[in-house]
């Protein structure tokens, strides 16, 4: 019992395997941290896009007459829907405009 007690063949390889493996387990609780905040942000941003979504629409209706008639040739009636304000709503995006190039000459030129 006394030369197993006294027998330290191995203990620095053990004492260093634990030490690697503390240092390596708070490193992947740190990424972990970071991998779930930016999840986090991420899902924040697809929350308020979802948000901003307006479901407002219409459609005007058309017609077309018949020369020298007094019934249209056909007609559709227009139709359109207004979105209420929901609890989850967000603020409503802004839109930036782009300059582009100015347009010269006709609308199919090419530009």
Known sequence: MRKL????VGFVVSAELV???TIAVLGMVAG????????NAELVDLFHAFGVVDQTYSVNGLRKDTA???KPHAQV???????GVDDCDCKALIYDDVCGKTQ?????DGN
């Open 68 to 70: 020298g008639a007094t």
């Open 19 to 21: 030490l690697v493996l």
């Open 104 to 108: 010269t000459g006709a609308a199919n």
């Open 5 to 8: 007690f006294n027998d330290e």
């Open 77 to 83: 009636a227009g139709f359109g829907f207004n979105d």
């Open 32 to 39: 972990l941290a970071s991998v779930q905040h930016s999840i």
